[in-house]
């Protein structure tokens, strides 16, 4: 049984499926964690979403964390938020896979899986996390905006609070070099960021989706195959 993390995968479905078919070769006894941004951005939105539920439906244990998009999307359709910044920030994206035109036209259960998403999970010795953990707040684990959007907090890690952990978080994309040296270090600093930016496939050193097996402690990339027919 391995236990895999996948974070931002940004509607490229095709991307997702040949990674855990021909790289990872998920099994039903493993568990998939994935670390949120399911939508926005990439081609295919609906169909990322679909293939997390035929997993569900297969048997394949599967955990879903929100990400910052899924809350962008639920505020832009809620009115929370004006629905041009989301639509600016991807949400086009979205809406096409749909085929709508309206954000009324996205079927609920797509927005109430969004809805049903938690901000964080604490799996063995790791922590999975969208974007990472606020450590200016007493207890990291507590503010929900900062899991989805926070960048650049390595340099704030209190060690004594995370003690024997490891922080596992994607949102911010970096190069495929940068993960492999969080990987090498991973004992070290305790954090590795797994965004490889696969939506990005147009930009040097992204445009892969990564995984990482938490449990033998093994990259994974894929490239973006989206544009494959
Ligand atoms: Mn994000």
Redesign the pocket.
Known sequence: MRKIAIS?IHGCAKTFKILLKEGVRLRQEDQLYLL??YVDRGPDVKGVIDFIWELKEQNYQVHCLR???EAMMLEAIQGGNPLELWLANGGRATLESFGADYVEQIPRAYLDFAQSLDYVLEVDEYILV??GLNFSSPNPLEPCEDM??IRWWYDEIDYDWLQNRYIVH???PVPWQDIRQMHKKLDARRFIDI?NGCFAFFRPNLGQLCAFDLTHRQLYFQPNIEADT
């Open positions: 931002d949120g941004d990400g910052n998009h969208h974007a989805l959007w994607g949102h911010t965004d």
